[in-house]
């Protein structure tokens, strides 16, 4: 026994998840390993909580290691997705201390302090989406029926829902950035340990975001076919930039080598889904994250299901019976008696408490294998969904083949077109190539010219050098002569003067004859140079001769070249006039191809301007007739006998009529645009859109706003409503219509709006006048009041129980005393409500009047301290009648119904007191938590009068019970003739009254709606009964979304 005790402490002992938490959870930069995360969570689904976990969390410092912090993140995430679904009950009250250690972590700017402090206000929001909306599982994982029931089939249910998910998404992408932004790109930062230990809970993150996405585009839908396009602007707007960034983090995280190999990243369209096209839901495709069976961590184990588990624990338990017990075949396993000296009836209770727990086990394989039917049907839905896809994708493919045939044909146009325009540029290259054949030509001709010219030129230069040789041999011949005369004169003159001297002077004989000797030797000398210059004279003559014939020969030559020059110039220009005439030629032929290519563009152009102005105005008779259509459709849906029941207010009609004729004005100015610009489509088509909705909007608010109106003004305004219509079916008609697009006119559908806008504002309910500075008084009056009628009620129900038991014995006094007790109880519950009401309505105004008085509160907040004052008074009216009924019912005088109806009216009452008070007040009060206990006080206290009321009226009735024994044949004919006049009799007035209630309770309507000013500030619409939160107002700017666009 010992023994089978061990064994099941073993089982259930918490030392090994213990030890796999913090293995989980440690100091070492690395990844989360998956075992141990793995063991985490089968130990949330064992012991059903957490409580283990966060016994063992509480004891790690995570305040003071940020990577340890870090990794405690990653498994709770995990926790949260995969484990029991108690976990998040049980982490519910650690969410102040997750917050204030975001709040600490947050102060640190680098490594894993902003990452652990934005992870933390993640699961901080995941804890309270869930916790919120306790149908989403932790994995978030739903089906489209689900997703439905998570929204009860309530459009203001679906807006805030979308709002938290934003939120959630929200933060779930600020994680992933942070991430991002932390890791140096430019390095293989995922395939290092420090790396992959910031990456892995990215996969986490993943997971959430692609189910939010599908969820967030769902919704979006939903709530554009039952809201106008203008109240979801800021929701398009915020799913537009979250798309922007998951699209981009989902690109960047599938490059990731550490990604690939353990998760399969969806990619996001290349464009955000266009939620004012209706069918465009049909094209969105579900992101779809898929882990592979072999994507874990190297050091992973296989997961055993829970089953499976359960069935190795029976397992265990079987051997250590057969250990304890013995096991042989030839014997009977159920005989104990001779088997480790152990009693019968310790055997017994052994045997019944295995007995128990197989049981047990099998109770938990039957909710598994129901489980798995569910799941085998819900993936048959899923499989459903999926040919439905299918076949809406096989649609678009043929779609596409289409348009690829369309395409292909252009192609091949565009094909031929190109063949052309080589064919002509092939062409033009031969002539050019010709051309340039020319010019080479041309330029090999000009350099032999230029090589002609040169040596000309040479030869010019040598004949003048020689030229030159014999001026200058001519002008050292005519030096020789010339010194030749001067030295003969010289001699002369000489011979002169020794005959004058030796005539004159004959004494100085000797010294002439010596000056004759020198004169003779000089002489000698002057003949020897003058021999000499004779010589080189000749020889000068002969040079010159010898130059004279050069300078013949080279005039020959040179005449000989210009003889060849003349002949090569005269080529030349043969061969210019003859390039001259190609290049012509070519030029003519270039000219003639460069204009069939022209005409050729020019045509292509005009056959795409012609193709372009047909789609467009395609487009345009297509939009034109769905807006008409739209339009028929709404004069219909007003013939239609359904659309009786529907009801709106004036201030709705004014407000689509107002919007309807901005529309109309704008239209008209597109229109203009489009005559003088035939192109200007653009600016058409979204007015005409938007212009049928506007004004098919305004015809069936108008009709539903004439069902509640008075006959005349309702009949004038259907009328209207009808003209509308049609004036609005003529101009799309004219607009459609390209001979009469010029004449359409919008002036009459402007005026068709003006009118029924004249009679909405006909229409409009008008408040009480009731000055400002006179609220407050009113409100604490009315509230004594309040509480003095109760008071007033209370006494004199004590003084009718005092009559009663005076008076009164039997079944009679027994009648009373029990409904004048529930009437007793019901006014000590409304006395308390009143009082809780008081508090919390002092509360308001400390804390939401500021430096102002509270007189100026309730004046700033007329609308809110009108509903109070109704409230009151209806709390002490309805206290008073029902008094009065109760005190006819004692006295015999009155009916129980009346009393049942007077109980139930006071606890309407008292519930518009309690609306009226909690709409201001803060969610965590204190005062608001008595008044909401104070309130089901009144309803029960209202449910044990009817009660006792239903009981009271059974006990008489049994007491007049009809006795026929006495009556002959002919008087129960008699009776029964009678019996049935009166049950037609009572039919008949049954159908007054409740025609007549009907009446009443719409005067009601309209006198309360004048009193409270119902369909002012967008507080509440009567004919509406849905809510919907204005933004800019907080809880007290509620408004109905159907009437209040």
Not at 746 to 758: D, F, K, N, P
Not at 796 to 822: Q, W, Y
């Amino acid at each position: 026994m010992d023994r089978v005790s061990s064994t099941m402490k073993q089982v259930s002992n918490p030392l090994p998840k213990t030890v796999s938490i913090n293995k989980a959870i440690n100091a070492q930069e690395v990844a989360v390993k998956e075992k141990h995360a793995r063991t985490c969570i089968l130990g949330t689904h064992h012991e059903k909580g957490a409580q283990t976990f966060w016994s063992v969390v509480n004891r790690l410092p995570l305040s003071g290691n940020a990577v340890l912090c870090w990794k405690f993140c990653h498994v709770f995430h995990k926790l949260l997705q995969d484990g029991h679904s108690n976990v998040l009950k049980d982490s519910m009250r650690y969410k102040n201390e997750l917050s204030d250690m975001s709040r600490m972590w947050g102060h640190l700017s680098e490594g894993y302090g902003q990452l652990c402090s934005i992870y933390l206000k993640l699961l901080r929001t995941k804890m309270e989406f869930h916790t919120k909306n306790p149908r989403f599982p932790g994995n978030l994982q739903m089906s489209d029926r689900q997703l439905d029931e998570a929204g009860e089939n309530d459009v203001n249910n679906f807006f805030q829902l979308t709002v938290e998910m934003f939120d959630y998404l929200e933060c779930e992408l600020n994680l992933f950035q942070t991430v991002f932004s932390s890791l140096d790109m430019s390095r293989s930062v995922s395939v290092t340990a420090a790396g992959q230990c910031r990456l892995a809970p990215l996969i986490q993150v993943i997971l959430d975001c692609s189910h939010l996405y599908d969820y967030t585009v769902k919704l979006l839908f939903k709530l554009h076919s039952c809201l106008p396009a203008d109240t979801l602007q800021g929701h398009r707007d915020r799913f537009l930039e979250q798309f922007q960034k998951l699209k981009d983090l989902f690109y960047r995280s599938s490059n990731l080598q550490y990604f690939k190999q353990l998760i399969q990243i969806p990619q996001l369209p290349e464009n955000p889904p266009n939620f004012l096209r209706a069918s465009a839901l049909s094209e969105h495709i579900s992101p779809v994250v898929v882990i592979p069976a072999e994507a874990s961590s190297p050091d992973s184990e296989p997961i055993t299901d829970l089953v499976e588990m359960d069935a190795a624990s029976q397992s265990l338990f079987d051997n250590k019976f057969d250990d304890i017990f013995g096991s042989s075949v030839s014997c009977d396993p159920f005989n104990f008696n001779s088997q480790n000296g152990m009693s019968k009836d310790d055997k017994d209770r052994l045997i019944e408490q295995l007995y128990r727990e197989i049981t047990g086990l099998k109770e938990e394989l039957e909710n598994f294998k129901a489980e798995s039917t569910r799941g085998a049907v819900q993936l048959r839905g899923r499989a459903s969904e999926l040919e439905a896809e299918l076949a809406e994708q096989q649609h678009l493919k043929q779609q596409a083949q289409d348009e690829s045939e369309f395409l292909r044909t252009e192609l091949e146009e565009l094909k031929k077109q190109r063949e052309d325009t080589e064919k002509a540029q092939r062409s033009l290259t031969e002539v050019e190539r010709r051309a340039q054949a020319n010019e080479q030509r041309y330029s090999k001709l000009k350099e032999k010219y230029s090589e002609l010219v040169q040596n000309h030129a040479d030869l010019l230069r040598k004949n003048a050098e020689v030229t030159k040789q014999i001026t200058v041999a001519r002008q050292a011949q005519g030096d020789a002569e010339q010194e030749k005369k001067e030295l003969e004169d010289s001699f002369q003159r000489v011979s002169e003067q020794a005959q004058r001297k030796s005539q004159e002077q004959a004494e100085v004989l000797e010294t002439l004859k010596r000056e004759l000797a020198a004169s003779r030797q000089e002489l000698q000398v002057l003949q020897g140079t003058l021999e000499s210059s004779t010589q080189a004279g000749a020889e000068q003559n002969n040079r010159i001769a010898s130059l004279e014939q050069e300078r013949d020969r080279l005039s020959q030559a040179a005449e000989q070249h210009r003889d060849e020059m003349a002949a090569l110039q005269a080529e030349l220009q043969q061969l210019q006039e003859t390039l001259s005439h190609k290049q012509e030629s070519s030029r003519i032929e270039l000219e003639m191809l460069q204009t069939q290519l022209r005409d050729k563009q020019e045509n292509a152009e005009q056959v795409l301007q012609q193709r372009l102005a047909e789609e467009q105005l395609s487009l345009l008779q297509g939009t034109i007739h769905e807006a008409k259509r739209m339009v028929q459709d709404a004069l219909a849906h007003m013939e239609d006998p359904a659309h009786v029941s529907c009801t709106g207010s004036a201030d709705c009609l004014l407000a689509q009529t107002l919007a309807a004729s901005e529309c109309s004005e704008r239209l008209q100015d597109a229109h203009s645009k489009y005559l003088a610009d035939g192109a200007a489509v653009g600016s058409l088509l979204p007015c005409l859109a938007l212009f049928a909705h506007l004004v098919s909007n305004t015809l069936l608010q108008g009709s539903a706003t004439s069902h509640v109106a008075p006959v005349e003004p309702a009949d004038r305004l259907l009328e209207l409503c009808k003209q509308c219509g049609s004036e609005a079916v003529s101009y799309l008609s004219a607009l459609q219509d390209p001979g009469t697009v010029a004449s359409a006119d919008c002036s009459l559908v402007t005026a068709c709006l003006g009118q029924i806008s004249a009679i909405g504002e006909e229409l409009r309910p008008r408040g009480l006048d009731v000055q400002q500075e006179e609220l407050g008084d009113l409100v604490d009056k009315e509230m004594a009041a309040t509480a003095a009628a109760i008071e007033t009620a209370s006494a004199r129900i004590e003084e009718m129980l005092s009559k009663a038991r005076a008076g009164d014995t039997g079944v009679k006094l027994e009648v009373n005393e029990r409904i004048l007790g529930s009437c007793t109880g019901l006014m000590q519950a409304i006395h308390v409500l009143v009082l809780a009401s008081k508090d919390l309505q002092r509360e308001i105004v400390e804390s939401g009047r500021g430096a102002a008085s509270p007189k100026e509160f309730y004046a700033k907040n007329s609308r809110w301290t009108e509903g109070l004052i109704s409230a009151s008074k209806a709390v002490g009216w309805g206290a008073t009648v029902m008094v009065d009924a109760a005190d006819l019912v004692v006295q015999g005088k009155g009916t129980f119904e009346e009393l049942m109806v007077c109980s139930r009216e006071i606890a309407a009452s008292t519930a518009q007191l309690v609306a009226a008070s909690k709409v201001k007040a803060d969610k965590d009060s204190a005062n608001l938590c008595k008044l909401q206990q104070a309130s089901r006080g009144v309803n029960q206290a209202t449910a044990s009068v009817v009660a006792s009321t239903k009981a009271g009226k059974s006990q008489v009735e049994e007491k007049d019970s009809m006795d026929f024994s006495s009556m002959t044949l002919t008087q129960i004919k008699r009776q029964e003739m009678d019996s049935q006049v009166r049950v037609l009799e009572l039919e008949n007035q049954l159908q007054k009254e409740r025609q007549k209630l009907g009446e009443l309770r719409k005067k009601h309507y309209e006198l309360a709606g004048v009193a409270e000013g119902w369909e002012e500030d967008g507080e509440w619409c009567q004919p509406c009964s849905s809510w919907a939160a204005d933004p800019g107002k907080g809880e007290a700017g509620w408004r109905s979304p159907a009437c209040h666009p």
